[in-house]
């Protein structure tokens, strides 16, 4: 069986080259194999051209992550803000390899399987409310996406064949399918090269306190933020309305907690004209914020809820849109009535072990209790980099903070890509050992196990990173 022996080889020689380094000449031949064939999803052909433009990774413990030629990093994002229980997770694993061996894939479109059941049951028991009925989808973007057809198609089956719009807010991201980057109210994917984006999308402005759209102050600014959510659903007609959508804290937009009163307004608002609250917990869910559910911290329930990245800790791809039971039962009927929404992935069995040994861990070691501790630490040393003159504002709930980088703390001015600040600073965190990205922040958002000494060193290295950039571009 020549096919077979070739895989065997394959993963012979991925399990040898994770073990030992490889020489300098196989990594110069991988690196062209990657700019050759692999296509990545948010890497510019230039900076993958770059001399250390392709850096590859071969294992992870804890929160710690290692590259080919043996630098270890300290995971300060979580992957993409996502490894929440930790790298390295033998039970995770031995979960993945025993339901393979039992059953690796039935169709979730019309079959059920134990893991499948398990971890509905189990989402059903720690979502808040009655957000009870799991849809299982596959990344986020998915979610979403779901989240968004099933109002539209809850709304038409509850009689309102002309609710349609979807109100989603400015600066947040859903994700970069159609629908999802539709929604989306930030330029990082562009959209000129997709436009015209999905119809009846319509953007509020966020509650963004540090750069307020009002250019108000919290508290005087009488939320006005939230009270626009009302104004658009007036202006657009009541009876158009599907959802609104947000990120309950936006995540990659810059890490954004909304002042407490924003998401109860939001609710009521939702609640007066019929429109359902579609909260997307993709970032925010399985402990990262310091709850179970950051929307916990707002004692609101959304009519369905998007999780995805920790809900498996990025063992493997899994998501779900969760809706309240009160939704679900205008879908009880026939195909007619049956959610028009399925992918041959969804609720794929293996994914749903992985994620269901990822949050019994989540739960057994009280994770989320440990990220609002570990958060707080966290946020009293960040607040110590203040005094650097590029960090503008630092910002946060529980393991979920960032830092915004301004060029002036008055008028809050962003670098640009000609003041090379962005490059330099994550040149010095490689340095310095610390894997992120920097944008016009930096996320600090590491796996919800880690400790008082880690986060110490962490910001260390933070400070000293900033002061050596400063100093290289002599910023004052
Ligand atoms: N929603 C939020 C809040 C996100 O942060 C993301 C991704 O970062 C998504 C949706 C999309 O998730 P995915 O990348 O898994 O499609």
Redesign the pocket.
Known sequence: MPKKSVAKKAQKKLKEMSQKLVSKKEQKALKKKAKDHLWMHAKSWEDMSKPDGIQIFTEADGTQITDIEGNSYFDIMAG??LVNSGHGRQEIMDAVYEQMKQLSYVSGWSFATLPAIELATKLAEITPGSLNKIFFV???????DAATRMAKQYQFLAGFEKRYKIIGRRN??????SG?HSLTGSGFFARKYFEPMMPGIRHVPHPYCYRCQYELEYPSCDMLCAKAVEQEILFEDPETVAAVIG?TI???PGVIPPPPEYWPMVRAICDKYGVLLIM?????GFGRTGKMFACEHFDVVPDIM?V??GLSSGYL?I?ATIAKEEVHDKFKGGWPETFQHGTTWGAHPVCCAAALANVNIIEREDLPKKAAKMGKYLMNALKQLESHPTVGDVRGKGLLAAIELVKDKKTKEGFGPDDKFNDVLNQNFADLGLLTRVRNYIAICPPLIVTKKEIDELVQTLDKAFTKTEKKLRIK
């Open positions: 993409l803000w596959n990344s986020g973007s998915d979610a979403t947040s991201y859903h994700g970069s399918f999802a990120e936006a995540g990659a997307d917990e993709v970032i925010c998007a995805a990245k791809p998501a």
